[in-house]
């Protein structure tokens, strides 16, 4: 039991390049996230899948694109990158909890760095 | 929506000290709160979580309480360790929207 696995963990990219940072996760969650983190700035929301089939907008989806591509599978693209999105990121997906409540599971990180 | 706001940013204690943090949120209906840890390198973990029916929750030497009425809810560390050094988050969802409000982090530091 893997739980959440992302790929690659760390990255370099010129201005303007494109990459996608794979997620999967083994788990069988419905709902898959991508944050990411900025120093003194925690965790922000870039795109969430509440369930398969489903994508929506977080907090900061600018210059970034979802694909769930089925359950298990959360990916997000980068079309251009710019120097701003250096950041690391970090997918998770999360199961709700008898009694209510829901625990989140994250993956390790993905290091982005942009030049 | 929900806010949620964290203090302080960086904690410093004395290895064996008491370390406390404390969150606020905005949203008189949310109803779970959990904190998680992240240690350098990795994703959050959790750690320890508290539903609106109670008032505080215990597991060995952390604790958390929560105050519905002033909407806040604190982490309590105990005779800290150098393991307890790391980044530590609260958060809150409600039954209507499972999603996690994050707050933005504080950084314990454990000094020897």
């Known amino acids: 039991n893997a739980g959440v696995t992302q790929t690659p963990k760390f990255q370099v990219l010129k201005t303007g390049q494109s990459m996608t940072l794979q997620c999967a996760q083994d788990?069988?969650?419905?709902?898959m996230y991508w944050y990411r983190q900025d120093p003194g700035m925690g965790l922000r929301l870039i795109y969430y899948?509440?369930?398969?089939?489903?994508?929506d907008k977080g907090e900061v989806p600018n210059g970034y694109n979802v694909s769930r591509l089925n359950k298990r599978e959360f990916s997000l693209r980068l079309e251009s990158a710019a120097p701003s999105q250096t950041s690391v990121y970090f997918c998770?997906?999360?199961?709700?909890?008898?009694?209510?409540?829901?625990?989140?599971?994250f993956g390790q990180g993905t290091r982005l760095t942009v030049v | 929506g929900e806010n949620v706001e964290q203090h302080p940013s960086t904690l410093s204690v004395q290895e064996g000290d008491s370390a406390v943090i404390k969150c606020t949120y905005s949203?008189?209906?949310?109803?779970?709160f959990p904190w998680y840890k992240q240690e350098l390198g990795k994703g959050p973990q959790l750690i320890i979580d508290?539903?609106?029916n109670v008032g505080e929750k215990k597991d060995q030497r952390i604790a958390v309480t929560l105050n519905k009425t002033a909407k806040h809810f604190s982490l309590h560390i105990t005779e800290t360790q150098p393991e307890d050094s790391a980044v530590y988050f609260c958060?809150?969802?409600?039954?209507?929207?499972?999603?996690?409000?994050w707050g933005a982090g504080t950084k314990l530091i454990i000094k020897p």
């Open positions: 958060a809150a969802s409600k039954n209507s929207n499972y999603q996690l409000i």
């Open positions: 508290i539903r609106s």
């Open positions: 788990m069988n969650h419905n709902s």
């Open positions: 899948s509440a369930s398969e089939g489903t994508t």
């Open positions: 998770a997906s999360t199961e709700y909890q008898r009694g209510g409540g829901t625990e989140a599971f």
């Open positions: 949203d008189s209906a949310s109803n779970y």
